[in-house]
């Protein structure tokens, strides 16, 4: 091979991931193993619980990825793994393994920082110059950030209680929307997408938060609260049991979208505005990538679309494959390391892990 080849290893949060990538962008081989499933039955992520898990399936996903690239593992440039942020504990099982195996291999090593690594996933795609802006909306981020260089990020706003997607899912779970026949099998937010479909959303008025907020900051957690109380009071009208799945659900799932919509592209617009009068982007060609399992709401999009519009702005979005937790995005960005010469270990002496 004459390109560089790096091996992605992620294990942050609830899926193991692994794959190689060249240096043009070449996926050469991927693998994934979910866990969604386990933690949608106990009603979220026990930490333990996903440890035993990526335990059980790193050594197979890595393999899997390795053997269905045709890359013989001598052939490595480098391995690169998240090793922050996320669980400390699911980490700590991906970084142990990486740490095992450059060892045998004798390659270098490559940390990876999991939210820059889906901020420059959208450059394995497209021609991507910096800078761009980034909006990071899943289950555990919420983020936008200018990113200047492959490791030169400004960080323009966040979110200063708990994620979109967190919130969706915990609406869903609130609405027992596993036991819709139409939505057991998605997550909170895909469901809730789904189901907005046949609601109105205009059924419920729920104000955007931090309308008054001169910053680019996030809030979802009182917006739960309030679609907690319209969901309780509902349960009242209808009279039926916590736990049943109302009748009016369309239409809460349609309203808590549409705010949470109306509240991310408020916030962009602010980032882009700022960015713009600070000279911070090109105003020819500005640059919005939206990446995260939130992305893949084509309701949120649509908001974000009028945006950037109006705001002359280009708006990215990597395929949903590539928008949530992948190792592609990690090897992606082991590539950009090394050809920017940055972060790469070639003794990993000083990194701590559990021998096996
Ligand atoms: O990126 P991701 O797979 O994992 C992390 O959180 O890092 O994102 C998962 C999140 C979940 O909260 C899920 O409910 C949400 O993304 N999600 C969606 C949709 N699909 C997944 N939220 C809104 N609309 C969707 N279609
Ligand atoms: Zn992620």
């Known amino acids: 091979f004459l390109h560089k080849l790096v091996l992605g290893i992620e294990t942050s949060c609830d899926d193991t991931a692994a794959a190689v990538v060249d240096e043009t962008g070449n996926i050469l081989g991927e693998a994934i193993h979910s866990q969604t499933e386990v933690h949608l039955k106990t009603g979220g992520i026990v930490p333990s619980v996903a440890q035993q898990l990526h335990k059980e399936n790193i050594q197979r996903i890595v393999q899997a990825a390795l053997s269905s690239s045709k890359v013989c593992p001598r052939e490595l440039s480098a391995v690169a793994t998240t090793v922050k942020p996320g669980l400390a504990l699911s980490l700590g099982?991906?970084?142990?393994?990486?740490?095992?195996?450059?060892?045998?291999?004798?390659?270098?090593f490559i940390p990876i920082h999991h939210m820059e690594a889906h901020a420059l996933t959208i450059r394995l795609l497209n021609k991507v110059d910096f800078p761009f802006l980034v909006l990071l909306i899943s289950g555990g981020h919420c983020l936008l950030a200018l990113v200047r260089g492959v490791s030169d990020?400004?960080?323009?706003?966040?979110?200063?209680?708990?994620?979109?997607?967190?919130?969706?899912d915990k609406v869903a779970r609130r609405l027992s929307l596993i036991k819709h026949p139409e939505c057991s099998t998605m997550s909170g937010g895909k469901a809730i997408e789904h189901l907005a479909k046949q609601g109105n959303k205009l059924h419920f008025d729920i104000k955007p938060p931090m309308q008054r907020a001169k910053n680019c900051d996030f809030s979802f957690s009182g917006l739960q609260h309030v679609v907690d109380r319209i969901i309780t009071q509902k349960e009242k009208e209808e009279g039926i049991q916590k736990g049943e799945i109302l009748a009016s659900a369309a239409h809460i799932a349609a309203a808590v979208q549409h705010t949470t919509a109306c509240h991310i592209a408020k916030r962009t617009h602010r980032a882009i505005l700022f960015c713009k009068q600070k000279r911070l982007l090109t105003p020819s060609n500005a640059v919005l990538v939206v990446s995260g399992g939130v992305a893949?709401?084509?309701?949120?999009?649509?908001?974000?679309?009028?945006?950037?519009?109006?705001?002359?702005?280009?708006?990215?979005?990597?395929?949903?494959?590539?928008?949530?937790?992948?190792g592609i995005m990690i090897a992606w960005n082991g590539i950009e390391r090394l050809r920017a010469g940055v972060g790469v270990l070639h003794n990993t002496e000083g990194i701590r892990y559990e021998p096996k």
Do not use: W
């Open 93 to 108: 099982v991906g970084l142990s393994f990486s740490l095992h195996l450059v060892d045998q291999l004798k390659k270098p």
């Open 153 to 168: 990020f400004l960080l323009l706003g966040k979110s200063l209680d708990i994620a979109p997607g967190d919130m969706l």
């Open 296 to 326: 893949s709401n084509l309701y949120i999009r649509k908001a974000l679309e009028i945006v950037t519009n109006a705001t002359e702005c280009t708006l990215l979005c990597p395929p949903p494959r590539l928008c949530t937790d992948n």
